[in-house]
């Protein structure tokens, strides 16, 4: 198993510019994430998505997208990249099992400048 | 919510025990405890998770103290490998009926392991 994949691994943007992250796993898990994580700081919930068909918006939505594919893919897509967007994004995904305790799986990251 | 204090850093000699503590005075009673890491440059990895028991796994051991006020995380045998950030949380909040919940990030402890 790949576990959790992401694309592309790193980007370089100018401001006004668009483009879609990519996200896939091949664990048959339900959920899956996006965070973001600036310098020196834990990772904040942009979007989250509880099952196929499903999405919901974390803590920092503001001037993103997703979309979730299907069961295994979900993409975040920045429509017009600002400076502020200039951070390193993970995508996670998580399964419930029966003791109702869940534990999130992470990609190895993008990482997104934006000039 | 529940809000975790750790320290900024640590240090440990290679081949030594880490003990990293966490405070989290005003947790709930249905709130777990996790610990993840983040080795630099990468997306976070789970370790261990507990309830009101002492947990051990085949990567670390979680003490809990009885009253849940605060919990230590041990790394019985540190290896370079080991340097890392390490996230206790215990705000774990499922934010709909389905199979997502949250995971809120602080800033950790920076664990250094040295020769």
């Known amino acids: 198993n790949a576990g959790v994949t992401q694309t592309p691994k790193f980007q370089v943007l100018k401001t006004g510019q668009s483009m879609t992250l990519q996200c896939a796993q091949d664990?048959?898990?339900?959920?899956m994430y996006w965070y973001r994580q600036d310098p020196g700081m834990g990772l904040r919930l942009i979007y989250y998505?509880?099952?196929?068909?499903?999405?919901d918006k974390g803590e920092v939505p503001n001037g993103y997208n997703v979309s979730r594919l299907n069961k295994r893919e979900f993409s975040l897509r920045l429509e017009s990249a600002a400076p502020s967007q200039t951070s390193v994004y993970f995508c996670?995904?998580?399964?419930?099992?029966?003791?109702?305790?869940?534990?999130?799986?992470f990609g190895p990251g993008t990482r997104l400048l934006v000039l | 919510d529940a809000k975790t204090t750790q320290p900024t850093s640590m240090d440990c000699a290679e081949g030594r025990a880490a003990n990293l503590p966490c405070n989290h005075s005003?947790?709930?009673?249905?709130?777990?405890v996790y610990w993840y890491r983040q080795i630099h440059s990468q997306g976070p990895q789970y370790i261990i998770h507990?309830?009101?028991n002492n947990e051990t796994n085949e990567m670390a051991s979680l003490i809990i103290t009885e009253d849940r006020k605060s919990s230590t995380l041990i790394l019985p045998h540190a290896t370079l490998r080991d340097t890392a950030v390490y996230y206790c949380?215990?705000?774990?909040?499922?934010?709909?009926?389905?199979?997502?919940?949250?995971?809120?990030f602080g800033t950790g402890t920076r664990l250094q392991v040295t020769l």
């Open positions: 664990m048959n898990h339900n959920s």
């Open positions: 005003t947790i709930s009673g249905n709130e777990y």
């Open positions: 996670a995904s998580s399964v419930r099992p029966t003791n109702r305790v869940e534990t999130q799986y």
């Open positions: 949380i215990v705000r774990v909040v499922v934010i709909n009926t389905g199979t997502a919940s949250k995971l809120t």
């Open positions: 507990g309830l009101k």
């Open positions: 998505s509880a099952s196929e068909g499903t999405t």
